[in-house]
């Protein structure tokens, strides 16, 4: 009888493990247990190393114990809920969260030793012609979201560049073509729809859950996992627009243009120019000047223009183009040129081996640390040379126009602070430089926080210093949070206090920038 009532038992249990086999991984068989084992990829899985691959920076690779990729918001909760419910003892292990994954530095949305979880199937993007709100997935690309709005004759505010993630660039703040005319990313958000640590899923905009919807314009990773976002859609236009090459001969007259670009009114607000200085000997031998023009109401006589136009250029390949365009000429070939400075930032998206640290700061329109900036950043690519051989690494620096109307409030608008931070008309800086090897990577590093420390200190004693950083460029020694000035950390810390109790996104997600670690 005994025997008769055993076998089955054992066969049963058996069929069980055989279908949700044990890895020994906690969290992984955790999440296996609750019927979501099929989400989730291991070391051992094909797809595994496939979706690394798809991380922008080698940097960000690193190895999770299992990969787990919701469909559904309802999923995300699951998981999330799953995770930090079963705790880590003690263990060492933490939970990443990914959107497309472009971040350039290690930890940020990838994690070794804990979960990572991969928001890339929710990835569409629905547009309402009745209501003109796009609603895009967490996990999306722009240029998907692109794609789908121009499908309806709209466009959004959004990245650059196509390969960006839309949910990091969001949670960051944003900066784009349009902010001129219709402020940061963030700003153009209608609703969040986000699970929270605890597992529930709510919608934060302007009539609910009003702060959480204010310190996600801006506040990064610390809240919980935004699944979607809805964003204000505008009228698809062509912009007018692209790129002048032009040689170091000109130096002076291009940063006098970055002056009188930070200078301008409202009145030029659809007109952006960023020149990046670049060194790539699979382009040149010698630094270039890559200077980036557009108009988003697609004129080509724009007043502002004639500042760049009269400058000699060696080539160039200016013209009307529509918005998924310029960002789908982000994924071309790594050794093409671009038409587009801000396109160059992802020139190196095929590249494997591609290792990635980048820097940022902002300071005020002032000459003459704009003509330091150039001077020492040409003393970091002679460093960068003696240190590594020249076809080993690429370094590009480029100045984004901030001026002083770019801290205006929109839709309640964002934690960003720079309402009260820009005191005058501005300048954001940010390098960048890719290298091949974790040795060189190293190196590169050093080089480039020793290169910002320094900047960071003349400006300083020009009476020339922002406390903004721009979260998105920044280094992960660098504090972009604090730099949103007390009253918005203080705000952010208020939010995250009610939203996320047990600061279970400060210490068990820890990943991106955390409100706890801003002094």
């Known amino acids: 009888m005994w025997k008769t009532l055993a076998i089955p038992f054992l066969t049963s249990s058996l069929a069980t493990a055989l279908a949700s086999p044990r890895t020994g991984l906690v969290p992984c068989d955790a999440l296996a247990e609750n019927d979501l084992g099929e989400l989730v990829l291991l070391a051992t899985d094909s797809g595994y190393e496939q979706r690394l691959q798809t991380y922008w920076s080698v940097s960000a690779r690193l190895k999770p114990w299992c990969i787990v990729q919701p469909r559904t918001t309802d999923e995300v909760s699951k998981v999330l809920k799953t995770l930090l419910d079963i705790g880590s003892g003690a263990g060492s292990w933490h939970i990443a ?7 350039h530095w290690a930890g940020s949305s990838n994690i070794a030793n804990g979960v990572t979880i991969d928001l890339g199937l929710l990835n569409r993007t629905e547009y309402n012609e009745a209501t003109n709100i796009a609603s895009v997935g967490g996990g999306s690309l722009w240029n998907s979201a692109y794609e789908a709005a121009a499908e309806h004759g709209a466009s959004l505010v959004g990245s650059r560049a196509g390969g960006v993630g839309v949910g990091g660039f969001l949670l960051g703040g944003g900066n784009s073509y349009y902010t001129g005319q219709r402020g940061f990313g963030c700003d153009n958000v209608v609703n969040y729809e986000v699970v929270l640590p605890d597992g529930r899923i709510v919608n934060a905009n302007a009539t609910s859950n009003e702060d959480l919807y ?3 314009k801006g506040g990064g990773s610390n809240f919980g996992i935004v699944t979607r976002f809805d964003l204000e859609a ?5 912009l007018y627009g ?3 090459t032009i040689t170091t001969n000109y130096t002076d007259e291009i940063l006098n243009a970055v002056v009188s670009f930070a200078n301008h009114d409202e009145s030029e607000a659809a007109d952006s120019f960023t020149p990046t200085f670049i060194y790539n000997t699979a382009i040149s031998p010698d630094v270039i000047i890559d200077a980036s023009i557009f108009n988003v109401e697609g004129l080509r006589n724009s007043t502002g223009f004639n500042r760049i136009t009269s400058i000699p250029a060696v080539s160039e390949d200016l013209g009307s183009r529509n918005l998924v365009t310029i960002a789908a000429a982000s994924t071309v070939d790594g050794t093409s040129r671009q038409a587009n400075s801000h396109l160059l930032i992802d020139q190196f998206l095929t590249n494997p081996k591609n290792r990635s640290i980048w820097t940022t700061m902002t300071f005020k329109a002032n000459p003459t640390v704009l003509r330091r900036v150039v001077e020492r950043w040409n003393v970091f690519v002679t460093q960068m040379q003696e240190a590594m051989p020249a076809d080993d690494f690429q370094a590009q620096m480029n100045f984004q126009h901030i001026p002083k109307f770019y ?13 009260s931070a820009l005191t005058d008309n501005s300048v954001l800086w ?6 091949q090897t974790a040795e060189q990577e190293s190196v590169a590093r050093l080089l480039t926080n020793t290169l910002r420390a320094e900047l960071e200190e003349f400006a300083i004693s020009q009476d020339s210093s922002v406390r903004f950083r721009y979260l998105n460029y920044a280094e992960p020694s ?25 600061g279970l996104f400060q210490t068990r997600v820890p990943g991106g920038f955390k409100i706890s670690r801003v002094d």
């Open 97 to 103: 969260v990914r959107g497309g994954g472009h971040n």
């Open 214 to 216: 204010r310190a996600l």
């Open 234 to 238: 505008f009228p698809a236009k062509d």
């Open 242 to 244: 692209g790129s002048r």
């Open 407 to 419: 801290g205006r409030t929109i839709r309640g608008g964002n934690v960003l602070g720079l309402d």
């Open 430 to 435: 940010v390098n960048i430089v890719n290298v």
């Open 478 to 502: 660098q504090d972009p949070l604090g730099g949103y000035g007390v009253d918005n950390v203080q705000y952010i810390r208020d939010v995250v206090a009610k939203y996320d109790p047990k």
